[in-house]
């Protein structure tokens, strides 16, 4: 199966994303910092089993492709990176979904499953934070 590669509106910005496989378990690829879908997930893309799984890998608002807008870091950074997330998988038709994500994907997708448990099946995460200290703000910010 091809990957396919497109934009659609979701909350008033064009959020780019990749999609792959015609399985019935949809699953959602969240990159961490500064990534995208394609540099972060490159390999999953490609080799994820496409009979069992529907793969999508976004740029999240402000990353890869999905600039304009450039990337900010309001208060609320995290969950409007959720938001944008939930709200793509149901622009894109899926009724439930599983989450994986690194880094800062990981921090987004535990605040999506926290916010929208019925619509998520599975939530896979690794190197997420526990907590966004004053220090990472600032770190944010400088970037």
């Known amino acids: 199966t091809s990957i396919t590669s497109a934009k659609i509106q979701v909350n008033g910005v064009h959020l780019h994303y990749q999609k792959t496989g015609e399985g019935s378990h949809a699953v959602l690829l969240l990159p961490g910092?500064?990534?995208s879908g394609q540099t972060d997930f490159g390999p999953?893309?490609?080799s994820m089993s496409k009979q069992l799984f529907t793969i999508v890998a976004w740029d999240p608002r402000g990353y890869g492709q999905?600039?304009?807008p450039s990337r900010d870091f309001p208060p609320?950074?995290?969950e409007r990176d959720a938001k944008d997330a939930v709200d793509l998988m149901q622009a894109l038709k899926f009724k439930k979904f599983s989450l994986l994500g690194w880094s800062d994907g990981g921090i987004t997708a535990l605040i999506a499953a926290a916010k929208y448990p019925t619509l998520i099946h599975k939530l896979v995460v690794w190197g997420a934070n526990a907590?966004?200290?004053q220090e990472d703000v600032r770190i944010?910010?400088?970037m």
Request: charged share 10%; glycine share 12%; hydrophobic share 40%.
């Open 33 to 35: 910092m500064l990534g």
């Open 44 to 46: 999953q893309l490609k």
């Open 66 to 68: 999905s600039i304009p």
């Open 76 to 78: 609320d950074f995290f």
């Open 131 to 133: 907590s966004v200290t």
């Open 140 to 142: 944010y910010n400088g």
